[in-house]
C-alpha cells in the first residue's frame, strides 16, 4: 500500500537550473496537490489538478509549472531554480464525491544555492 | 489568501499533562481537519470536522469545529513521549481550497 510516493527524497540545485519533482499515487484519487513548507508558515498550496488533464494555480504558484496526463501521476517543475524556492515540497492526493481526507508524501527537501 | 492563525507556535509539557491548541480564521471554512507531522515526514491526518459544532475525538485527541465556522481547537489529554511532533489545523473553503495553519511544535518531557 504505496499511497503518495515522492521522489526524489533530497535535492540540490544551482540557481538557474531546472528539474522536476516526481508525484505518483496509487488509489486512483482524482484530486492532486503541491505544497511548499517554510518554517513558520505552515504548508502553502502552489499548484493542484482536479483531474487528469485539468490544473489551476494555487496560492504561490510562480516559478513553477505542473501537467496531469495520467490520473496517477502530478509532476512539479522547476524551470529555472532559485535560492526563494529552497523549501520542503509535499504532494497530496484526495478522492473526489465530498471527501476532505488529504494523503501526504513523505515530501522532497530541495536547496536552491 | 486566507490566513489560518495557529497558537501556541509551541509547548514544552510534563508527560501526563493535557495540551490545548487552537486555530482562528478571518473567514468561513466548510471543513476543519488537524493534522500531525514527524519529523522527516508528510502530515498524517487525526481527525476531520465537517459540521459546525461538531466535537468529535480520536483516542486520546479531542476536536471540535468552532459555531461560527471561523475557528476550531483540539486537546489532547494525558500527553506521552510519542505525541511529539508538529500539529497543523486546516480549513477547506467554498472552493475546496485548504489552507494550513503555522503549525504548534509539541514538546513532551518524559
Known amino acids: 500500500n504505496a499511497g503518495v510516493t515522492q521522489t526524489p527524497k533530497f535535492q540540490v540545485l544551482k540557481t538557474g537550473q531546472s528539474m522536476t519533482l516526481q508525484c505518483a499515487q496509487d488509489m486512483n484519487h482524482e484530486y492532486m496537490s503541491w505544497y511548499r513548507q517554510d518554517p513558520g508558515m505552515g504548508l502553502r498550496l502552489i499548484h493542484y489538478s482536479v483531474g487528469a488533464g485539468i490544473t489551476d494555480q494555487g496560492e504561490v504558484p510562480n516559478g513553477y509549472n505542473v501537467s496531469r496526463s495520467t490520473t496517477e501521476d502530478f509532476p512539479l517543475r522547476l524551470l529555472s531554480a532559485a535560492p526563494s524556492q529552497t523549501s520542503v515540497y509535499f504532494c497530496?492526493?484526495?478522492?473526489?464525491?465530498?471527501?476532505?481526507?488529504?494523503?501526504f508524501g513523505a515530501g522532497t527537501r530541495l536547496s536552491v544555492l | 489568501g486566507q490566513q489560518l492563525n495557529q497558537s501556541p507556535q509551541s509547548m514544552f509539557i510534563q508527560e501526563g499533562e493535557d495540551v490545548s491548541m487552537n486555530c482562528t480564521s478571518s473567514?468561513?471554512?466548510?471543513?476543519w481537519l488537524w493534522y500531525k507531522q514527524d519529523p522527516g515526514e508528510g502530515p498524517v491526518l487525526l481527525i476531520a470536522?465537517?459540521?459546525?459544532?461538531e466535537l468529535t475525538s480520536n483516542g486520546r485527541l479531542t476536536a471540535q469545529f468552532g459555531i461560527t465556522r471561523k475557528d476550531s481547537f483540539l486537546n489532547i489529554s494525558a500527553s506521552i513521549p510519542s505525541d511529539v511532533g508538529i500539529y497543523f489545523c486546516?480549513?477547506?473553503?467554498?472552493?475546496?481550497?485548504?489552507?494550513f495553519g503555522s503549525g504548534t511544535k509539541l514538546n513532551v518531557k518524559p
Open positions: 486546516a480549513g477547506q473553503n467554498n472552493f475546496n481550497k485548504f489552507y
Open positions: 473567514s468561513i471554512f466548510n471543513t
Open positions: 470536522l465537517y459540521k459546525a459544532g
Open positions: 497530496a492526493s484526495r478522492g473526489g464525491g465530498g471527501t476532505n481526507i488529504q494523503y
